[in-house]
């Protein structure tokens, strides 16, 4: 038996992963433990997690891997300074320090944050390193179903690449192009997500949501200005619109002068229609780059396969285009596609490229990335009774049929079943769930159980069988990264008065026979449910179409806005006390708002720094 420890961590989103003779066991991110998002620290609770969840100890781990290159990051940094001096020499002193003491000597580091896991880990000749690039494609195509496959990663920035192209075949797995720091894609749309008053590195699918809102109409001086696309889809970016290599921000006063105005600060400054088009504008630019980008791999590799990783996969309208357009025949998108998933890729890379291991395909590496912690029956009511909570105990039948009923109903129910999610999406293990045929649901889930603006939307889940009778696509979507439109017969024709409607006025027309997880564009992010990976939730959308002739539900996150999804029951009932949730189903235990203690109530709006 051969096991491996994945780590990514120290930028954002940490996390752990274990593999067990190549098989995923478990992985998880430690803002889910810390209840603090985007956690970046070493994540010791994940890897405490997956280490007791595989029943193993530290000291009997074979091989640890850590998902990127200190060394490589740290040349990076003296030579972007080197290029750009004298500017940016604030930046570079504030963060040598902190390479200077610890990161450089990051073997050091880890060796001793592992020791806290168990004195008995004494072998530093265990610890490994991977490239972050690698590490994003190992994760995007050793899990996949194919044989041979692409691989486009893309983010921010790694050690040096910010965009990679990779070919797999069985298990062997090289990379073919970079684009080198600091021309990023995954920056640019950063760039754009601070420049409309989000917050970097967690606010970039806000910007995503709010682009159906606006018109593109700077996509030309976009594209006149701050990047130049070349025929395949590469790119390079004019550095004087940008402070990121040199400041401590995202955008220069150059960039503020070509649009004519200063960033939005979200404290003071409401959401106009200028960036509403901003958005829809930078939005229209990366769906460009990728399908630039994939139109012309596919003729220069001619392999039928695509798989996706690093942050700007998470940008699932850009997905959903790629397949639209029918560049590839098949797309395959890591779920935790961020930083998160390369403790995954780094174990994945180690298993298969160093080790030699041959590669088993299946349809369910990922196991429906239900890769985190579970809890027993007992476990859950043990934790209820503590809490002093008031539940009823169910049989798995009547729990579904009373789910399903608060559905119809109207109720906002919170779902909380087996192993907790991997990556950035709920999945109908931990989600909050409601009846996609309500007008007033997405407003009422957003301001009132989520405390965030008004115009995000929701995500479908939907019977895998029938997912081609309510939107245009007919493939497998388990991971909500792909974007599809609601088909023509379930779409309600706007009126001549609504079309002339602007902006977030768009957001409460009725557009679909599922209007709470229709965007204003028609579209909707697809999860496709399958019985084999998740039989309860499966169960319940299946009761749910018997009952209302409906097989969607909206599934959005267990958590309000500025929380981790929620990991633990305890986590679950205090959100649940916290928000003006109906239901909440734990297990078999099933709890009613109404039949709670008021004085459990909690102010729980302002627990959590916004994101």
Not at 127 to 137: C, R, V, W, Y
Not at 145 to 153: E, N, Q, V, Y
Request: proline share 4%.
């Amino acid at each position: 038996m051969i096991s491996i420890l994945g780590i990514s961590a120290f930028y954002h989103d940490s996390a752990a992963a274990i593999l067990v003779d190549g098989e995923i066991i478990a992985a998880a991110q430690e803002e889910r433990f810390t209840r603090k998002k985007h956690d970046s620290s070493y994540p010791y609770n994940a890897v405490e997690f997956v280490l007791k969840f595989a029943k193993l100890k530290l000291s009997e781990i074979d091989h640890i891997v850590f998902y990127e290159k200190p060394f490589l990051k740290f040349e990076r940094l003296l030579e972007t300074y080197v290029a750009f001096a004298p500017r940016g020499f604030k930046q570079f002193t504030k963060s040598m320090p902190s390479w200077l003491r610890e990161k450089l000597f990051q073997k050091n580091m880890l060796f001793k944050f592992l020791q806290e896991h168990d004195k008995e880990f004494v072998d530093e000749k265990k610890i490994f390193f991977s490239e972050h690039h690698l590490s994003h494609a190992a994760s995007a195509f050793f899990p996949s179903p194919f044989k041979d496959a692409i691989i486009l990663t893309a983010d921010g920035v790694g050690e040096w690449a910010t965009t990679t192209v990779a070919i797999g075949n069985r298990e062997d797995l090289s990379i073919k192009k970079e684009i080198h720091f600091p021309h990023s894609l995954g920056l640019l749309y950063s760039a754009f997500t601070f420049y409309t008053g989000f917050k970097v590195n967690s606010g970039e699918y806000k910007l995503m949501g709010l682009a159906p809102y606006g018109e593109p109409q700077y996509v030309d001086l976009i594209k006149d200005n701050l990047i130049d696309i070349k025929q395949d889809g590469s790119f390079k970016l004019e550095q004087e619109f940008f402070d990121y290599a040199t400041g401590l921000k995202m955008t220069s006063g150059k960039f503020d002068k070509l649009f004519n105005q200063k960033p939005r600060d979200s404290k003071k400054e409401k959401l106009t229609q200028f960036h509403m088009d901003i958005a829809a504008s930078i939005q229209k630019v990366t769906e460009e780059v990728m399908i630039k980008m994939a139109t012309s791999l596919r003729t220069e590799f001619n392999i039928k396969n695509l798989c996706l990783a690093g942050g700007v996969a998470l940008n699932c309208v850009a997905n959903g285009k790629i397949l639209e357009k029918k560049i590839f025949d098949n797309i395959w998108i890591q779920p935790a596609a961020g930083d998160a998933g390369g403790s995954l890729g780094a174990a994945l890379a180690l298993w298969h490229l160093e080790l030699k291991q041959e590669r088993k395909i299946s349809n369910n590496d990922m196991k429906g990335s239900y890769l985190g912690p579970n809890f027993s029956q007992n476990e859950i009511e043990n934790e209820l009774k503590t809490l002093n909570a008031n539940f009823e105990l169910l049989e798995e039948k009547e729990l579904i049929n009373k789910t399903a009923e608060a559905l119809k109903n109207g109720d906002a129910v919170g779902w909380f079943q087996g192993r907790m999610e991997f990556g950035p999406r709920a999945l109908g293990g931990r989600s909050i769930l409601g009846d996609p045929r309500s007008p007033t649901m997405q407003k009422n889930l957003n301001l009132k159980v989520k405390f965030r603006e008004s115009f995000r939307p929701f995500a479908p889940s939907v019977l895998r069988e029938d997912v081609d009778k309510w939107f245009n696509i007919n493939q497998d979507s388990p991971y909500m990264l792909l974007v599809a439109e609601v088909l023509e017969d379930k779409k309600i024709k706007m009126s001549d008065e609504e079309k002339k409607l602007f902006g977030i006025d768009k957001l409460n027309i009725k557009r679909s026979d599922i209007p709470a997880v229709t965007h204003v564009d028609y579209s909707a992010r697809i999860q496709t449910v399958h019985n084999e990976t998740n039989p309860k939730y499966y169960s319940l959308i299946k009761k749910f179409k018997e009952m209302t002739n409906c097989p969607v539900l909206i599934n959005t996150s267990f958590n309000v806005r500025g929380e981790p999804i929620v990991n633990t029951p305890s986590d679950a009932f205090n959100c649940f006390m916290g928000t003006e949730m109906d239901k909440l189903v734990i297990g078999n235990c099933f709890l009613d708002k109404k039949k709670q203690n008021k004085n459990f109530k909690k102010d729980y709006k302002n627990q959590f720094e916004l994101d």
